[in-house]
């Protein structure tokens, strides 16, 4: 992932370059001047898990592999001019996807071996973003924040565990997330893509009931690691 970031990062840097010698036509003049001002934004994402195990009976080589799957992510932006170069921004909107994971270390059939998570959170972010001055028609940035993350389909309430085949997590989780980008200054709107790295803060596995479990207690920690492509019009 951080190979993915540096890359963007070194694509945005050409393209800065590139737009800000060649555009001299103005747009937005004023875009920048108003106090408070909203957008909507769409991307996509593939988000992971990073996993750290803890000693156990069960096993002394735990191994579980993750294939996530390309999601997306749509939302709201609400947007605080703090001055001229700090923006306080709040974006609520939904993020779904899929994973599989593998329990390797289990000897069995597929239905022992393999659990999907499927994932659709409210992700509700406060973000400070920090940008350049405006360089004709563009303006790099970077931001940072923190998230409260609902996860409707945790499955923690079901009764069932993975005994009865139900991978669980729990439903309340804190992330943060950081990124670069640019704004692309439009005739009628402002154009904003952005890479970001989403980090979950706290344990998103809901522990199986019962015990020993060769799923979950070998699992120390779990918790979502991704990047999102986001794209925000304003």
């Not at 108003?34 to 156990?56: R, T």
């Not at 059939?109 to 659990?115: S, T, W, Y």
């Not at 998103?204 to 479990?213: N, R, V």
Request: hydrophobic residues 35%; proline residues 5%.
């Amino acid at each position: 992932m951080n190979k993915k970031i540096l890359f963007f990062g070194l694509l945005l840097l050409i393209v800065t370059k590139t737009y800000s010698q060649q555009e001299r036509v103005l747009n937005l003049p004023n875009f920048d001047k108003p106090i408070f001002h909203y957008g909507f934004y769409l991307g996509l994402n593939k988000n992971s898990f990073k996993i750290a195990y803890q000693p156990n009976k069960i096993t002394d080589n735990p191994n579980i592999t993750i294939n996530p799957e390309i999601g997306f992510n749509l939302g709201l932006i609400a947007d605080l001019k703090l001055n001229n170069n700090i923006n306080l921004r709040f974006e609520p909107g939904l993020i779904s996807n899929k994973k599989t994971l593998t329990f390797n270390h289990i000897s069995g059939n597929e239905n022992e071996r393999e659990r999907e998570a499927g994932n659709t959170y409210l992700h509700l972010p406060i973000i400070f973003k920090f940008s350049t001055n405006r360089l004709n028609n563009i303006r790099p940035y970077v931001l940072g924040g923190v998230s409260y993350d609902l996860n409707f389909s945790s499955n923690e309430k079901s009764e069932e565990d993975n005994f009865y085949g139900e991978f669980r997590q729990k439903s309340n989780i804190f992330m943060y997330e950081i990124g670069i980008g640019i704004d692309f200054y439009l005739p009628y709107f402002k154009f904003s893509p952005s890479i970001r790295g989403i980090f979950a803060i706290n344990n998103e596995l809901k522990y199986d009931d019962k015990s020993p479990s060769q799923w979950t207690d070998p699992i120390n920690y779990m918790g979502t690691r991704g990047i999102f492509l986001h794209l925000a019009f304003e």
